[in-house]
């Protein structure tokens, strides 16, 4: 059980948009539809950003977004704000009652 | 609103056993989900360490296996994390959250330190 790979870094200018990818394999990210993504500023614990994929929980702005094409899902950010920056992780079920995480990217609002 | 707060020891000497407690409000265990442990080393990513059922089927990451045990009590209406033999590499900042295969509420996290 390998962690998901992700870019350690991305950035972009305010109101851009911006993407990160989570690559896993065909027993993780490519096989269960329990692909999900957090936002972690310094210091604080993780925040569901996106769940099964590309779903929002409540509060969540619709700036982000999710998709997943074979064994790789993707976050995009659109219209960038300064409060984006932050850490970003995505996690997948992986099979026998296990999750995996990503390495985690550090998102930059230059 | 469901909240989860962790609270153990925040220094734990090399071989003992480190032991966390994840109290919940808002939501009852009894009612479903399961519930876990993520942590944190300084300045890295997020590692899954394990997750508990109400029923008390447990299901841990095939790398700290032989080392965790979580445990739940659903009348205090918290769980529970023991992780044995510790070192250095396991100092990080532990979270309790709950799980259905997704994370969705977070405790703020406690800093463990292993250090004699």
């Known amino acids: 059980q390998s962690a998901l790979t992700q870019p350690p870094s991305a950035s972009g200018s305010p109101g851009q948009s911006v993407t990160i990818s989570c690559s896993g394999t065909s027993s993780d990210v490519g096989a269960y539809k329990y692909v999900s993504w957090y936002h972690q500023h310094p210091g604080k614990a993780p925040k569901l950003m996106i769940y099964e994929v590309s779903k929002r929980p409540s509060g969540v702005p619709d700036r982000f977004s999710g998709s997943k094409s074979g064994n790789t899902a993707s976050l995009t950010v659109s219209g960038l704000q300064a409060e984006d920056e932050a850490d970003y992780y995505c996690s997948s079920y992986a099979g026998s009652n296990s999750v995996v995480f990503g390495g985690g990217t550090k998102l930059t609002v230059l | 609103q469901v909240q989860l707060q962790e609270s153990g020891p925040g220094l734990v000497k090399p071989s003992e056993t480190l032991s966390l407690t994840c109290a919940v409000s808002g939501y009852s265990i009894s009612s479903g989900y399961h519930w876990g442990w993520i942590r944190q080393p300084p300045g890295k990513g997020l590692e899954w360490i394990g997750s508990?059922?109400?029923?008390?089927?447990?299901y841990y990451s095939p790398s700290l296996k032989s080392r965790v045990t979580i445990s739940v009590d659903t009348s205090k209406n918290q769980f529970s994390l023991k992780l044995s033999s510790v070192t250095a590499a396991d100092t990080a900042v532990y979270y309790c959250?709950?799980?259905?295969?997704?994370?969705?509420?977070w405790g703020q996290g406690t800093l463990v330190t292993v250090s004699s």
């Open positions: 508990i059922y109400r029923s008390g089927s447990t």
């Open positions: 959250a709950r799980v259905d295969w997704i994370f969705d509420y």
